[in-house]
């Protein structure tokens, strides 16, 4: 299931658009986030995909299962009820980052395997690269799944700022371990452009959940810190 949040008031206008959501066919309109009060103003977004969450799997479905959190999001904003959806990960995260089906994308083939020779192509343009070329700061914290054959293929290369994760999926939650190697990385390009890999060991032993929670609430509050008469809005993918 996916949400959209934001950090302002915001109203939503329909319009066609090159960019497809994840559940929406590329030829209908997307909606677009459009700033009330101070019309020049770029909100914040936060894009947060749930993973492998099932249809009832949430509070305002009338479930047992309490998610408080979800309900006022669905309750506050757009609950989007026809989804076309691919059913593997990594055919889902291209779609996401591309805005592009998956045949298109080559991900009919499957999810990407470790030591796979292949990925999301680098010459589709993402989404994190969208909100970059218009003044955004972009983070993303969890999986990527969408390619690691060569570092031009990783999310720092693909359009954000940082990214704290797995670049595979179906990992241990404790131990981060994919095929007996550790599967967890925090990345960002240092001041000089290089990129910083930074494998995890230290968080061996952690619940990932707590980690990915932990990492974004971090970031999102200490968002501009840096240069606070200069805050840039941000895109953020939990």
Request: glycine residues 8%.
């Amino acid at each position: 299931m996916l949400y959209i949040t934001h950090f302002n008031k915001l109203r939503l206008k329909m319009v066609h658009s090159f960019w497809p959501s994840l559940f929406v066919i590329s030829c209908l309109p997307i909606v677009e986030l459009i700033e009330v009060t101070k019309p020049r103003t770029k909100p914040n977004v936060v894009f947060i995909v749930s993973d492998d969450q099932g249809y009832g799997d949430v509070g305002f479905r009338d479930s047992d299962i309490q998610t408080p959190n979800i309900d006022s999001l669905a309750r506050e904003g757009v609950v989007l009820e026809n989804h076309y959806v691919q059913p593997t990960c990594s055919a889902s995260r291209a779609t996401l980052m591309s805005g592009r089906y998956v045949t298109r994308t080559q991900f009919w083939q499957g999810n990407i395997k470790p030591n796979a020779a292949w990925g999301l192509r680098l010459n589709e343009t993402t989404i994190a690269e969208m909100f970059k070329r218009n003044g955004y700061s972009t983070y993303a914290v969890g999986k990527w799944h969408v390619g690691m054959y060569t570092y031009a293929h990783t999310p720092v290369s693909r359009g954000f700022d940082y990214f704290y994760g797995l670049y595979l999926g179906s990992q241990g939650y404790y131990s981060h371990l994919k095929n007996r190697q550790i599967d967890f990385r925090e990345n960002y390009r240092a001041n000089d452009g290089s990129l910083i890999d930074s494998i995890r060991f230290q968080d061996t032993g952690m619940y990932s959940t707590d980690l990915f929670t932990d990492k974004a609430i971090e970031k999102l509050s200490s968002h501009g810190e840096s240069q606070p008469n200069e805050r840039k809005p941000f895109f953020f993918i939990p």
